[in-house]
């Protein structure tokens, strides 16, 4: 991983968890060849553990293959909710809880 590529390390992206891609704003350019061009995503490969998914693959430089980042990604499902989790370099870290029930019971308002 290069921190040299990138603009700000583990950026905070709130809820935006990406099982994909690229997060092309934070990336400066390659500290190799000195480019700034879209990455290629490699060595990707999906597990499950425990019952959780992980997601992880490599961002490399489209140029020379410079390893830039290695990006994780998890889904899980805790009691009600599908809980999400990101963590790279590049594309930060973020997580995110939904409910898989129609409604939200966090969203309910008392009625007493």
Known sequence: MCVDCVEKEYPNRGNICLESGSFLLNFTGCAVCNKRDFMLITNKSLKEEDGEEIVTYD??????????????????????????????????????????????????????
């Open 59 to 112: 961002h490399l430089c489209k140029n020379c293959h410079h390893v830039i980042a290695r990006h994780e990604y998890t889904f899980s499902i805790m009691d009600e909710f599908q809980e999400y989790t990101m963590l790279c370099l590049l594309c930060g870290k973020a997580e995110d809880t939904i409910s898989i029930l129609p409604d939200d019971p966090r969203q309910m308002t008392l009625l007493f």
